[in-house]
């Protein structure tokens, strides 16, 4: 069973308009979040993180919001650039982060200029 | 300073043949964890190693992978008698505790 689920396989957002990048979870011991970038044939890098105790963190162009009633995050980027094309993958931990991340399979942006 | 690294970067093996993936995490961190990601997948824990504690071997797929972390740093994984559905992208990752992971370039495996 997938614990994080991303339903959107990929997305398309024209230069300069927002990007929102979604993401599901059932099970209700998670309690920090975090969304990584992901370029072909690199690893996976760090982008922004959420504890549960909040329900919104903003870093630049980069905000998350948690809904914990419906189990809910979003990723939203304003404004997207052509640079943000990748693979952003959710990830959702136990004991605020001190535990293996369960991950989505990821959605695909594609920001086209 | 210096990010996780990893080696090879790309390793191509016969079925039945035994690998070795090498994973050096940035200097001081206690925490190393390994995934894998397989072909459309999103990323898969295989095990952990938090300081001197027994590692957390819960996400191994089977007998045949294991892993060592020798000194407190440098890990090594290992799969016997590999199989061509362990190609995958091996990806290494590295925290201080309750700290955000960092993960390596990973190294590609493809089993023949």
């Known amino acids: 069973d997938q614990q994080v689920k991303q339903n959107s396989p990929s997305l398309s957002v024209q230069e300069g308009r927002i990007s929102i990048l979604n993401c599901d979870y059932t099970n209700s011991m998670f309690d920090y979040f975090l969304w990584y970038k992901k370029y072909p044939a690199e690893g996976p890098t760090f982008l922004i993180s959420?504890?549960?105790?909040?329900d919104k963190n903003e870093d630049g162009r980069f905000t998350v919001f948690l809904n914990k009633s419906a189990k809910h995050l979003s990723l939203h980027i304003v404004p997207s650039q052509p640079g943000d094309s990748a693979v952003y993958f959710c990830a959702a931990s136990r004991n605020s982060g001190n535990t293996p991340l369960v991950f989505g399979k990821g959605t695909r942006l594609s920001v086209i200029a | 300073g210096a990010g996780v690294s990893q080696s090879p970067s790309n390793k191509v093996t016969e079925k039945g043949k035994d690998v070795e993936l090498r994973c050096d995490p940035i200097?001081?961190?206690?925490?190393l964890y390994w995934y894998r990601q397989s072909l459309g997948q999103g990323l898969e824990f295989l095990i952990y190693?938090?300081?001197?504690?027994?590692?957390?071997k819960s996400g191994l797929p089977s007998d045949r992978f294991s892993a060592e972390r020798t000194g407190g740093s440098v890990s090594t994984l290992t799969i016997q008698r590999t199989q061509q559905e362990d190609s995958a992208v091996y990806l290494c990752?590295?925290?201080?505790?309750?700290?955000?992971?960092?993960f390596g370039p990973g190294t590609r495996l493809t089993v023949l």
């Open positions: 990752a590295s925290s201080d505790p309750w700290d955000t992971q960092y």
């Open positions: 200097s001081g961190h206690t925490a």
């Open positions: 959420i504890s549960s105790i909040k």
């Open positions: 190693f938090q300081g001197n504690s027994a590692p957390d």
